[in-house]
């Protein structure tokens, strides 16, 4: 008689999308700044007696009264800045990392690269009659 054992193996599999809090209390976000990976998401909670209404690049609530809450997914790494349309002094940021954690490569703040030579040549002096004529 022959037996066979499984043995499941393990691999890591992708992680789970998380929904992260973000609570609007005293006219301001808290936090003002939150980083999460892409596939996650956050949702704002509406803690002041005050309306909002956020806008950021890619989404924008309606207006929240008290204990309301609005909800984005952020599937792509990017920087987003936000704010309260109402209030427009209060901002805020989320900084979404690659879906491993890891930093996305930039751009932002590397030297431009030099302007490749020119392969013409230019005269700033308008033709003159005597161009092309040597003297002896």
Known sequence: VAVAILVPIMTPGPALAEDHKNEIKGLAFNPDQMTIRAGDSITWVNGDPDRHNLRGDGFESKEMANGQTFTVEFPEPAQIAYHCIIHTYMEG????LNPDG????????????PPAPSTTTSSTRPPSPLDGVIER
């Open 93 to 96: 940021t989320v900084i979404v």
């Open 102 to 113: 890891s930093v996305p490569p930039t751009t932002a703040g590397e030297p431009e690269a």
